[in-house]
């Protein structure tokens, strides 16, 4: 399997590289508008609020959030199709706001929910060869249809395409210029897992063989740890964390001990719950979810109380898991 | 049969109504316009009926207008087709600038404009047996001021899309046909009441069809209607390339992708 490289020392086997997007504290504030039925204008959403990352050559981050963090509204200010109300876009060191088409000859993009015009995946992709004035574009066409297995539906209808099938035409798309840096919105959604993996280790290529840097957004927390270098986690807006994803996940204190119990379930249960331990019985399983620094006292109490196990496993907080604690705090608050 | 599905249908569309304006707008527009436009033509009809070069005048007006329409028609409906397949932020995340998109689409327009308008004078010359081109050049700086009118009533109609979405889209097809009546197509523009003359004063297309009318009955060109049409196509052009810039900003301060 393709694995992507620690970005500690070296990352993509190079010494620490060139930053290629430098976003300072970014805002943006949808303006409710006017309403006719209040005779008032609506209250502002913000939607943004001073986002500021570097993201450098060859890395992968991942924008993770829970629905309405403002991830999408990011990548939009970053290709410009949204204006930004605050803050600063750089690429490669230039502001966008001055040099756009010089700038996003470099910058490329794909989205799930993106669609195509009614015209053949190849008169599609010879569209944005052309927008970006791609060298022997029929070249780079084929090259890509090829490595997304997409070659067989060339001469086929956009519209006529699975969605998985026009994501992987719209990722073709996201390639066609030899980007330096991709912002893929949910890259991978609807997408078969076996696609989704040939997808993934299609990313992780580019991002080794060319040093392309990638904005990556997911709500598939395995494949943000398999492909991110650095996750940033936005809620309501604003960055709340921002760490490689096992440092993420490490920040979740609680993991599950599931025990196979021989003697003393019923003990164990109630032994857990007197001591505020969450627990779930089924059959002779146990699921107790603990913090992970108490396992150890918790096992040494559950030999006091002569329960006995034949079996025991621990799950690690996954990244998965420090989604679902900032989700929560966000139902919260 | 069931009643009760049958008026969910209804609820349906009356739900439809209530969200789309441009249903509730065809309703009464259409009609209106052909009354407000055939009615004229007719009153003038009345006046004029022996008029030997009426059939030359109608269809030169017919075909003429297809310029304003066409060219007006380009730029909304490429707009249009980008939102229908959800492309436009494809498109608009690509190096290319909103300016070079609106030189695209006119220069588009401009050669299906060609096409269009020579199948209409070779439709005429053979259905008809009239031949529009015998003017000859003279024809040439009005054809120019239409395409011209068409661009600015394009942005505009375009910019008003960006700005509110497709929910509007019924002005790609509907915004241009508003200034037909006061353009002066078929009937001068003295066949209008006093406060539809005031109107017409203002429209660039009045004197371009008024001027071509000239030139068809005696041949030659009146070089003041040419050059109230050109300052005034001009003036429109540059409020009317200022508008898209400004709609396209207040589109981005909105989202573009929340267009589609």
């Keep these: 399997m393709l694995r992507k490289k620690s970005r500690k020392p070296d990352r993509i086997g190079r010494m620490p590289s060139k930053i290629v997007l430098e976003v300072n504290n970014l805002t943006k504030v949808f303006d409710g508008g006017f309403s006719f039925r209040k005779m008032k204008r609506n209250e502002p959403t913000l939607a943004v609020y001073k986002v500021s990352f570097k993201i450098h050559e060859g890395e992968i981050v991942g924008l993770l959030g829970p629905n309405g963090a403002g991830k999408t509204t990011t990548i939009q200010m970053l290709l410009g199709t949204t204006a930004e109300t605050a803050g600063t876009i750089k690429y490669f060191g230039k502001n966008v706001k001055k040099n756009r088409p010089e700038l996003m000859q470099q910058v490329n993009y794909s989205s799930a929910y993106a669609k195509l015009p009614w015209l053949t995946v190849f008169e599609n992709l010879m569209v944005f060869a052309k927008l970006y004035q791609v060298e022997k574009p029929e070249e780079r066409i084929e090259m890509l249809l090829s490595e997304f297995g997409m070659s067989e539906y060339k001469h086929k209808i956009a519209n006529a395409l699975s969605a998985g099938q026009l994501t992987r035409v719209l990722l073709a798309k996201a390639f066609i210029n030899f980007p330096r840096i991709l912002l893929l919105d949910e890259p991978t959604a609807s997408l078969d897992p076996d696609i989704a993996d040939s997808v993934r280790k299609f990313l992780l290529k580019q991002q080794q063989k060319y040093g392309v840097a990638m904005l990556f957004t997911s709500h598939n927390m395995a494949e943000v740890a398999e492909v991110c270098d650095r996750v940033i986690f936005l809620r309501k807006g604003k960055i709340v964390a921002e760490d490689t994803p096992d440092g993420l996940a490490k920040t979740v204190k609680n993991c599950t001990l599931r025990l196979w119990v021989g003697d003393g379930l019923k003990r164990l249960k109630a032994f857990a719950q007197g001591r505020g331990y969450p627990v779930k019985v089924s059959g002779r399983e146990a699921e107790v979810v603990i913090k992970e620094d108490e396992v150890a006292a918790f096992l040494n109490k559950l030999a006091r109380h002569n329960i006995k196990y034949s079996k025991i496993s621990i799950d690690k907080p996954t990244l998965e898991d420090y989604f679902i604690a900032q989700s929560g705090r966000e139902n919260e608050s | ?260």
């Design chain 2, 1 to 260: 049969m069931s009643l009760n599905r049958v008026k969910a249908i209804w609820w349906r569309h009356a739900y439809d109504l209530k969200h789309n304006v441009g249903r509730l707008f065809d309703t009464f527009y259409w009609p209106a316009l052909d009354i407000v436009l055939w009615g004229m033509t007719s009153v003038y009809f009345q006046q004029k009926a022996a008029t030997a070069d009426i059939v030359l005048v109608l269809l030169s007006g017919l075909v003429f207008w297809q310029v304003i329409w066409r060219s007006q028609y380009e730029v909304t409906v490429n707009l249009l087709e980008e939102l229908w397949s959800h492309n436009l932020v494809n498109v608009l995340a690509t190096p290319l600038t909103i300016y070079e998109w609106v030189v695209a689409v006119i220069c588009l327009g401009f050669i299906r404009m060609f096409f269009a308008i020579g199948f209409g004078l070779a439709l005429v010359y053979w259905l008809y047996g009239v031949n529009i081109l015998q003017v000859g050049w003279m024809m040439v700086p009005f054809v120019a001021l239409l395409l011209m009118s068409g661009w600015y009533i394009g942005l505009v109609a375009a910019g008003v899309i960006l700005r509110f979405g497709m929910r509007i889209e019924v002005i790609a097809w509907s915004g241009v046909s508003l200034l037909a009546p006061f353009s002066a197509i078929y009937y001068p523009v003295s066949t209008l009441p006093e406060w539809g003359q005031r109107i017409a004063a203002w429209v660039p297309a009045s004197y371009v069809f008024e001027g071509m009318r000239v030139v068809l009955s005696r041949g030659q060109i009146d070089q003041a209607m040419l050059l109230k049409s050109l300052g005034l196509t001009v003036i429109y052009l540059v409020l009317g390339l200022g508008f898209f810039w400004l709609m396209y900003q207040q589109r981005r301060k909105l989202g573009v992708s929340s267009l589609e």
